[in-house]
């Protein structure tokens, strides 16, 4: 080798050394050793970032959107009357929803979920690469963390709250058992229409309770929860609804493969076709007026107001379809109708309110509370600025009877008992001068308190109230179910009159007790409270008794007698009997009727207002009448929503235990017929102690066309021509009624 060739070689040795020394420094850095190294490292700062992240991460108090629920209303049969709230939302616990419903929903979006940690790690990672790329929204999260991000989290998409999200479903798995939040996610996820909830999900899409879908509609709402708006069948177009169809198919192939669901039963399922979208039910019309009633009735029971008002209950109310549809259409045809305010300016003025009660639960059935809560904001069933006139009068007699009472001489006070119902006659014992007319100022002389009541003769009463003593005649009333607080309602012989302030609601009740046999009644309008599993222990409608049961079947029995042979015989209703009082105060700015069947109880006021202002106005020349009496239209309305709410029932009859009053036939005459005419004397319970017909002339032809004007009337004088003939009457007592005999003294 000569010089040259040396030189070379030891130049490209010393080059290839030169790259060799340089290569090496960098390789040494990336050996497989450091390079498991790094990894290992890498792992190690990202698990303790987790742990911090996990550490420092709380699971927080649920979001205000995912607690925001509608309050639901319902009918006595379950019909939804009305949601109020800003979110049509109803949470019902996981025990109401079907155990096939339930797995429609993990069958669709997480089947491994009984089995997983809460979480999808490759989801969430692709979701949080796809976040930081803004690929907008992506799916593969568990049931857990969907939950997580419906109740506790906001719907952004950010990579925070993506990690957030993981953090928070690995605690609340831990936390929480599965069925916590299946239910959890089942009432947050939102179905389209409005609805958040698989309550109110099933109602928007086939109108019924969750406890009532089939697999089919189950699987559809769990079908629908990827993409409400574009699987909704009532507004999906042909590829939408091919879309719903073919993930509604693949909800129930996977219940198949997880074993929730027979082969057999799924090879014969047809796509179940939701209904047409309706609008949610407002608070037009009564509606307002039922749902204002229910939330005082909770609140009175113990519901903190606050808790109510955040959402989430369903209210079922007594309130009777049928029932309320026939009070309404009464008022309309017997009165509204007929009003014409531009032509008339009091027709204006004139307002109704009307409650129904069902005597035997004391719930209220039915009830009118004026044109709609939001055109009048009193609700008319319920106010009590009112005189309920001479429907208090049966209250006197009741405390009569409760009280042993008698009259100034001491005769026992009944059915029989003869007045003197002169007009203007001043009461006697009262230490307040008092001394009030009769209507029309009609005097009827040596009356019986039967056809006093008939009548509705004022000084009879009054003197009567006095005869028993003011304050248990209040004490009676208050017992019946009238206010104690009541204005007006003072211990003064002017309350014979019903100067005092009432509502149909309190009247109704009142009436109830009598009917019930003198057990009370409270009348109420919800039937049943709940939300989730709480369900506050509302007061028992039909508790203890208020006044024995011969006082308050005697009143009955007397006040059958009004609607047979007095001021109520615009309700009389063949073969159905029929109890019941009028009352117009003196200045003609109230008329009532209340009254009752054995199975129905109503009243019904109307009233004078000055329309915008409130003020207390006469109701004469309404409809272009003269003077409205208790008589008139609010008999008339309650003649037409009783026969209606009644239709299709048996007539029933008063199972009354008394032995007075114008239900119970009177027994033979004696051989003496001497009456007395004394104004507070009573004899006895014979017929001859009863005014004859000359001195209280309330009998009329046209009584004879009622079933049993003549054997339910009032007693009358031997020989007079309302008196039946013991000799061809029955024991059992005229049409309508069952008499249970007393023992005599």
């Given at each position: 080798?000569g010089r040259?060739e040396?030189?070379r070689?030891?130049?490209?040795g010393a ?11 960098i ?6 050793k ?6 290992l490292g890498?792992c190690a700062?990202l698990?303790?970032a ?18 925001a629920?509608?309050?639901i209303?319902?009918y ?5 009357m009305?949601k109020t ?5 109803e949470s019902?616990p996981?025990?109401k929803?079907?155990?096939e419903?339930?797995?429609?929903f ?15 790690f ?10 930081a790329l ?16 419906n ?5 952004e998409?950010?990579v925070s709250?993506k990690?957030?999200e ?6 609340v ?7 916590y939040?299946?239910?959890?996610y089942?009432?947050?996820s ?12 099933a109602r928007?899409?086939?109108d ?13 709402l769990a079908s629908?929860l990827q993409?409400?708006?574009q699987?909704?069948?009532a507004?999906?177009?042909p590829?939408g ?10 909800v129930?192939?996977n219940?198949v ?6 082969k057999s039963?799924r090879e014969?399922?047809?796509f179940?076709v ?5 609008p949610i039910?407002?608070l037009?019309g009564q509606t307002?007026y039922?749902v ?7 609140y009175?029971?113990?519901v903190n107001?606050?808790e109510f ?7 079922t109310?007594?309130i009777d379809?049928?029932k309320?549809?026939?009070l ?9 109708d007929?009003?014409d305010?531009k ?5 204006g003025?004139a ?8 005597p035997?639960?004391?719930g209220?059935v ?7 809560a939001?055109?009048h904001?009193?609700?008319n069933?319920?106010r009590?600025d009112?005189q ?7 209250l006197?007699?009741a405390?009569g009877?409760?009280n042993?009472?008698t009259?100034?001489d001491?005769t ?13 006659r001043?009461?006697?014992g009262s ?8 209507e ?6 040596p ?6 009541m008939?009548?509705?003769v ?7 109230a006095?005869?028993?003593g003011?304050?248990?005649?209040k004490?009676t ?7 104690k607080?009541?204005?007006g309602f003072d211990?003064?012989p ?8 009432a509502?149909?609601k309190?009247?109704?009740?009142v ?6 046999h003198?057990k ?6 919800v039937?049943s409270?709940?939300?989730g599993?709480e369900r506050?222990q ?8 208020a ?5 308050a ?14 001021t ?6 063949q073969g159905?009997?029929v109890?019941?009082k ?8 109230s008329?009532?009727f209340s009254?009752?069947?054995p199975?129905l ?11 915008g202002v409130g003020k207390?106005v006469?109701?004469k020349g ?6 409205v ?6 008999a008339?309305?309650?003649a037409a929503y ?18 007075m ?7 033979a005459p004696p051989?003496s017929?001497?009456t007395?005419h004394?104004?507070t004397?009573?004899?006895s ?7 004859s017909p000359?001195s ?17 009337g009032?007693?009358s004088a031997?020989?007079?021509?309302s ?8 024991s059992?007592g005229?049409?309508g009624?069952?008499r249970?005999n007393?023992?005599q003294p």
């Amino acid at each position: 080798m000569g010089r040259a060739e040396e030189r070379r070689a030891r130049q490209k040795g010393a080059r290839r050394a030169k790259r060799a020394a340089k290569s090496g420094g960098i390789r040494r850095f990336f050996t497989w050793k450091w390079v498991l190294g790094y990894v290992l490292g890498f792992c190690a700062l990202l698990i303790g970032a987790f742990f911090v992240l996990y550490l420092w991460v709380d699971v927080p108090p649920a979001n205000a959107a995912a607690k925001a629920e509608a309050n639901i209303y319902k009918y006595s049969d379950g019909t939804i009357m009305a949601k109020t709230g800003d979110v049509n939302r109803e949470s019902v616990p996981l025990s109401k929803i079907p155990k096939e419903v339930q797995h429609t929903f993990v069958a669709a979006e997480n089947k491994d979920f009984y089995g997983d940690s809460g979480v999808s790690f490759t989801g969430t990672a692709r979701g949080l690469i796809n976040t930081a790329l803004g690929r907008g929204k992506q799916g593969g999260s568990t049931i857990t963390q969907q939950y997580v991000k419906n109740y506790y989290l906001s719907q952004e998409q950010t990579v925070s709250r993506k990690l957030k999200e993981l953090v928070i479903s690995l605690k609340v798995d831990q936390q929480k058992s599965k069925d916590y939040i299946l239910a959890g996610y089942i009432n947050t996820s939102y179905y389209g229409r409005g609805a958040y909830g698989v309550q109110a999900a099933a109602r928007a899409y086939y109108d019924k309770d969750v406890e009532d879908l089939s697999v089919e509609q189950g699987a559809y709402l769990a079908s629908v929860l990827q993409a409400p708006s574009q699987y909704d069948w009532a507004a999906a177009g042909p590829k939408g609804k091919k879309l719903v169809k073919a993930r509604w198919n693949y909800v129930l192939d996977n219940m198949v493969e997880k074993d929730w669901l027979p082969k057999s039963e799924r090879e014969g399922m047809k796509f179940p076709v939701p209904k047409e979208p309706s609008p949610i039910p407002g608070l037009d019309g009564q509606t307002g007026y039922f749902v204002e009633e229910a939330k005082k009735e909770l609140y009175k029971a113990g519901v903190n107001e606050n808790e109510f008002e955040a959402g989430g209950w369903t209210v079922t109310l007594n309130i009777d379809r049928k029932k309320q549809k026939a009070l309404e259409k009464a008022v309309r045809t017997e009165l509204t109708d007929k009003l014409d305010p531009k032509k008339r300016k009091v027709d204006g003025d004139a307002q109704v309110g009307a409650v129904s009660v069902d005597p035997k639960s004391g719930g209220i059935v039915a009830m009118y509370g004026g044109a709609g809560a939001t055109e009048h904001y009193w609700n008319n069933a319920t106010r009590s600025d009112y005189q309920p006139a001479s429907t208090f009068k049966p209250l006197i007699l009741a405390a009569g009877l409760e009280n042993g009472s008698t009259t100034q001489d001491g005769t026992p006070i009944t059915a029989s008992t003869v007045y003197d119902g002169t007009s203007k006659r001043p009461v006697k014992g009262s230490l307040t001068g008092f001394a009030p007319p009769n209507e029309d100022n009609k005097s009827y002389g040596p009356i019986s308190v039967q056809k006093a009541m008939n009548n509705s003769v004022n000084s009879v009463f009054a003197q009567m109230a006095v005869d028993v003593g003011l304050d248990k005649v209040k004490g009676t009333a208050i017992d019946l179910g009238m206010s104690k607080d009541a204005g007006g309602f003072d211990v003064r012989p002017a309350m014979s009159l019903g100067v005092m302030g009432a509502s149909p609601k309190d009247m109704a009740g009142v009436y109830a007790t009598l009917d019930n046999h003198g057990k009370k009644v409270t009348p109420a309008i919800v039937k049943s409270a709940e939300k989730g599993d709480e369900r506050p222990q509302l007061p028992d409608a039909t508790n203890g008794q208020a006044i024995s049961r011969g006082a308050a079947d005697s009143v009955t029995s007397v006040l059958t007698g009004v609607v047979d042979d007095g001021t109520g015989q615009a309700v009389r209703q063949q073969g159905q009997a029929v109890a019941g009082k009028t009352g117009t105060s003196d200045d003609n700015k109230s008329a009532w009727f209340s009254g009752y069947t054995p199975d129905l109880v109503t009243s019904v006021g109307m009233f004078g207002e000055l329309k915008g202002v409130g003020k207390q106005v006469s109701l004469k020349g309404t409809a272009g009448g003269g003077r409205v009496n208790g008589g008139g239209f609010p008999a008339q309305i309650w003649a037409a929503y009783t026969k209606t709410a009644l239709n299709g029932q048996k007539a029933s009859k008063f199972d009354l235990d008394t032995d007075m009053g114008a239900a119970v036939k009177p027994p033979a005459p004696p051989s003496s017929s001497a009456t007395s005419h004394s104004p507070t004397s009573s004899p006895s319970s014979s017929p001859s102690n009863s005014a004859s017909p000359s001195s209280s002339p309330s009998s009329s032809p046209s009584d004879s066309g009622s079933p049993s004007a003549t054997s339910s009337g009032s007693p009358s004088a031997p020989g007079s021509p309302s008196a039946p003939d013991p000799s061809t009457s029955s024991s059992d007592g005229p049409p309508g009624h069952q008499r249970r005999n007393k023992p005599q003294p």
